[in-house]
């Protein structure tokens, strides 16, 4: 199993630009989520999804549009890229229906800058 | 959204030392997870604790969950270089994994 995968691993971008992050799991988990991790402010949660069809906000989702239309891909679009969404990106998936004892699996993560 | 705070920030020791960082809250948590992060990587878990007064230990980690389930801690016997990592610490309110909050994380190098 490759487990999560991200694509790109780097991005820049210029502000005002559009463009998708891709996540794709391979475990059949029913849970994906997107975070960002910025110094000194930790992992932030984005976007989350318990199943294909259903998504919902999390902490910090302005700018940030998702979609879940199979189990395996969860991509994260960025509407119009500002300054302050230069970060590094993660998607995370978890088996069952996304508790917060279950074990959470890490993509190697996108880092995001936007010029 | 419910603070945790970690200490220290960072720590430097040399190999073969113990150490223990920390993961503390004004809050209470139905569980708390510790995760270590390296360089370019994402989080991988280490541990799960549900239980307040929870003691687990995974090789030369000893992971504890406070009484009141407002704190952890985590202890690293004879620390070695593989040990260098982003140490985070994530507290669950509830049931689900959308109301996770992570701590900023501990920053630990083991120097040879």
């Known amino acids: 199993n490759a487990g999560v995968t991200q694509t790109p691993k780097f991005q820049v971008l210029k502000t005002g630009q559009s463009m998708t992050l891709q996540c794709a799991q391979d475990m059949n988990h029913e849970y994906m989520s997107w975070y960002r991790q910025d110094p000194g402010m930790g992992l932030r949660l984005i976007h989350y999804s318990v199943g294909a069809g259903i998504t919902d906000q999390g902490e910090v989702p302005n700018g940030y549009n998702v979609s879940r239309s199979t189990t395996e891909d969860f991509p994260l679009r960025l509407l119009s890229a500002a300054p302050s969404q230069t970060s590094v990106y993660f998607c995370a998936s978890s088996p069952g229906q996304g508790r917060s004892t279950d074990t959470q699996y890490f993509g190697p993560g996108t880092r995001l800058t936007v010029l | 959204t419910q603070l945790l705070e970690q200490s220290p920030q960072f720590l430097s020791i040399q190999e073969g030392e113990n150490l223990t960082v920390y993961c503390n809250s004004s809050?209470?948590?139905?569980?708390l997870q510790w995760y270590r992060q390296e360089p370019g990587e994402g989080p991988v878990l280490l541990v799960t604790v549900v239980t307040g007064g929870e003691v687990k230990k995974l090789k030369r980690l000893t992971f504890q969950f406070g009484d009141a389930r407002k704190d952890s801690s985590l202890h690293i016997t004879a620390a070695q270089t593989g040990d260098t990592g982003l140490y985070l610490c994530a507290g669950g309110i509830g049931g689900g994994a959308d109301g996770l909050t992570f701590g900023k994380g501990t920053h630990l190098i083991i120097q040879p």
């Open positions: 809050s209470v948590f139905s569980s």
